[in-house]
C-alpha cells in the first residue's frame, strides 16, 4: 500500500490526532493502562468519524471478541505467526476500498 505508519505507545495520543483523518487505525485490545483497546473503540465508534478500525491482539476471550465484533470493526485479527501477513492484506483491501470508492466519487461528481 501506499501509506504512512505512525504508531503511539499512549492511547491519548492516538485520540488527539483523530482530527488529522487517518485512513485506519489498527487497536491493540491491551493498548492503555486504565482502558482497554475496547473502550477505546466504543469511544471512536460514539465520534462516528468513519474511520476503519482493525483490532489486532492476542486477546482470545469469545466475550469481548464477539462484543469487539459488534461493533464493527473492520477485522478482528488474533496475533500468531501469520497475523502480520493478514494486517497488511487487511490494510491493502482497505487501500483499494478507498481508491475505488474515491475514483467513483470523482466520477459520479461526488
Known sequence: GNYAVRTYTNPEDMMNHLHEKPFAIVL???????????DY???LKKRKLGI????YTTLT???I????????????????SASLV????????LTEKSTKKGF?????GR
Request: charge should be neutral; charged fraction near 30%; aromatic fraction near 10%.
Open 86 to 93: 493478514r494486517l497488511r492484506t487487511a490494510l491493502d483491501t
Open 41 to 43: 473503540l466504543k469511544e
Open 28 to 38: 491493540d485490545h491491551f493498548f492503555g493502562i486504565r482502558k482497554t483497546g475496547l
Open 61 to 63: 476471550d469469545p466475550g
Open 65 to 80: 471478541i464477539s462484543e469487539i465484533e459488534s461493533l464493527g470493526v473492520e477485522r478482528f485479527i488474533q496475533k500468531d
Open 104 to 108: 467513483l466519487g470523482k466520477l459520479f
Open 52 to 55: 476503519p478500525v482493525i483490532y
